[in-house]
């Protein structure tokens, strides 16, 4: 029983990490039509940037320059790389294969820099734990949770109540429409790319801290991972990452959990769940969980 | 609408317009017209004659086609609008009811109607809000409706939130793509009456039809496009008695 309720939680974190990497591409999905392949990387470089000044500048001043340079770096790469001047919705597939390039540009410099070593990120909770009611609940896990929901409240947020938030969805439905309306695209599209920037150097931290052993060069991999999540929640649906994230971190935490008893699917299925998941769901509802037509901009 | 003040009476110019697609594909031809600042101008033309074009031309969204202005002016009062984008005809005044309505369906009714507003720089709530309450008025269905998606619309309250939605955004010239495509003849009527009241309240009306009966009712003017050039231009009501604009766009009205 406790093994289960720990799960559980362990899902809830994973799920609620990969929520914040998955809003991501929704975000991007939606003000540009564009897969970002480079997110893993960016994810990478946030956590790299926490990594390598918090021993200066503290574990929260570290952070905040990592969520903020990654920021800006995605809108660079939005700016100066994908496109010259206005978003043209006709080359969206060009500018993901471009993405793919700048991913690969990244990695091979954050994996130079990396090498094999495991990076800590100097997080203030360590391997510390906390007993809630019957389990023992590592204080990394409830951070995850804590402030996953609270940046996944403020995403949801700027959404619904900002003027830029409107312009996202009025422009991710139909482009021309909103740009007739006055929208300026182009600014729009960079401050998404921006704010997923943010989102996944954040995440970042909670995927190298314990149980993880620190970040790794591969540690942006992981955001492969809420792809599939995002493309179940119907790619263009914000609702849908954060379901179809859950989905997947519950779903990968207890097949993880039951490892021994599902040993006929072979080891580390838990890798092979997300996509798994994705397939099963997309079978039953080829738009995803929360699909529109809206998702048929790629 | 607020009466536009005397000192400054725009009015929309489009003078000697060609525009081409992907380089290559002639559209419009030598096109001039001119909207005075009180006036409802209608444009008529078949399918395929360069009406919409016409209109991408004025918002600035012929990039979104790969289409371009290649010679010519668009001006509205001291506004030079071609080789400008949407945001700029949005702020001069010149706001853009697209062919086939193209609600946010996604979006409630006052959310589309919010994203009106979204081209002119922050305005403080109550000015929103009044804006919002004289759309409401001409539309009191909508604000039945407002917390719906719009999705869930009929065409022709679509039709009338793809309006409202313009409205927000204190339009000096409003221009109209085929509001009546696809409506029954009472909405059609509808529709005809609220670009009437529109245009009572100060703003001027680019309506571009297919319906030129409805079309040549409300206008002073009106322009008759055929394969991208301007055919027939005159006051709408010697229009409506010429021959050719009788057979080929009154239909059977003009056959007698
Ligand atoms: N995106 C485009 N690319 C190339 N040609 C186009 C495009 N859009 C319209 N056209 C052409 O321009 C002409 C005018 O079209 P349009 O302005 O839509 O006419 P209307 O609104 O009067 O029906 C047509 O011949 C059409 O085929
Ligand atoms: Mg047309």
């Known amino acids: ?298 | 609408m607020p009466e536009a003040p005397p000192d400054d009476l725009p009015a929309l110019r489009v003078e000697h317009v060609d525009v081409t697609y992907g380089r290559a594909v002639s559209a419009l031809r030598d096109v001039s017209l001119t909207v005075p600042h009180d006036s409802v101008v209608a444009l008529l033309g078949a399918n395929g004659a360069g009406k919409t074009t016409l209109l991408r031309a004025l918002s600035g969204t012929l990039r979104l086609y790969r289409g371009a202005i290649s010679a010519g002016r668009v001006r509205y009062g001291g506004t030079v609008l071609d080789g400008r984008d949407p945001v700029a005809a949005v702020q001069a005044g010149v706001v853009q009811v697209p062919e086939g309505r193209r609600v946010f369906t996604g979006l409630t009714v006052d959310e589309n109607l919010r994203s009106g507003g979204l081209g002119l720089s922050r305005r403080g709530s109550a000015q929103v809000a009044e804006a919002r309450d004289r759309v409401f008025t001409l539309f009191p269905r909508l604000a039945e409706r407002r917390r719906q998606a719009a999705g869930l619309l009929s065409g022709g309250e679509q039709q009338m939130l793809a309006i409202g939605r313009a409205l927000m955004a204190a339009p000096r010239l409003l221009l109209l793509d085929e509001p009546s495509l696809g409506l029954a003849p009472l909405m059609v009527d509808r529709i005809a009456e609220v670009v009437r009241e529109i245009h009572a309240q100060g703003t001027a009306v680019l309506l571009v039809e297919q319906n030129a009966g409805m079309a040549l009712s409300l206008a002073d003017h009106a322009h008759v496009l055929e394969t991208g050039e301007v055919r027939l231009s005159g006051p709408a009501a010697a229009l409506a008695g010429t021959d050719a604009v009788r057979r080929l766009y009154l239909g059977e009205e003009g056959a007698a």
Not at chain 1, 115 to 138: E, F, I, K, N, S
Request: hydrophobic fraction near 55%.
């Open chain 1, 1 to 298: 029983m406790t093994g289960l309720l720990d799960d559980l939680l362990g899902g809830l974190a994973l799920g609620a990490v990969y929520a914040l990497v998955a809003l991501g591409f929704v975000v991007i999905f939606k003000a540009s039509g564009v897969l970002n392949f480079a997110h893993g990387s960016l994810l990478l470089l946030g956590g790299y940037l926490t990594a390598v000044l918090h021993d200066d500048i503290g574990f929260a001043g570290a952070l905040a320059v990592g969520v903020l340079a990654t920021a800006l770096l995605a809108g660079v790469i939005d700016r100066l790389l994908l496109r010259r001047g206005d978003p043209d919705p006709h080359t969206a597939h060009v500018q993901t294969i471009v993405t793919i390039g700048v991913d690969i540009v990244l990695l091979t410099d954050l994996s130079r820099r990396i090498g094999g070593d495991l990076l800590v990120l100097g997080d203030p909770w360590g391997d510390a734990v906390t007993r809630v009611g019957p389990v023992t609940v590592a204080d990394s896990r409830l951070a995850a949770i804590a402030v996953s929901a609270g940046a996944i409240a403020v995403v949801f947020g700027l959404f619904r109540y900002t003027r830029w938030g409107l312009s996202l969805r009025a422009a991710g439905e139909d482009l021309e429409a909103a740009a007739l309306m006055g929208v300026r695209l182009s600014r729009v599209r960079t401050l998404a790319w921006c704010l997923a920037g943010a989102l996944a150097a954040l995440a970042a931290v909670f995927l190298a801290a314990f149980p993880a052993p620190g970040l790794e060069r591969t540690t942006g991999q992981i955001a492969l991972k809420a792809f599939p999540a995002a493309i179940l929640g119907g790619m263009a649906s914000p609702a849908g990452a954060l379901a179809g994230s859950l989905l997947i971190g519950l779903t990968e935490a207890l097949v993880a959990g039951h490892q021994s008893e599902l040993r006929l699917l072979g080891e580390g299925f838990g890798d092979v769940v997300p996509y798994a998941v994705m397939v099963l769901v997309l079978l039953v509802r080829p738009t995803g969980l929360f699909g529109t037509k809206g998702a048929a901009r790629v």
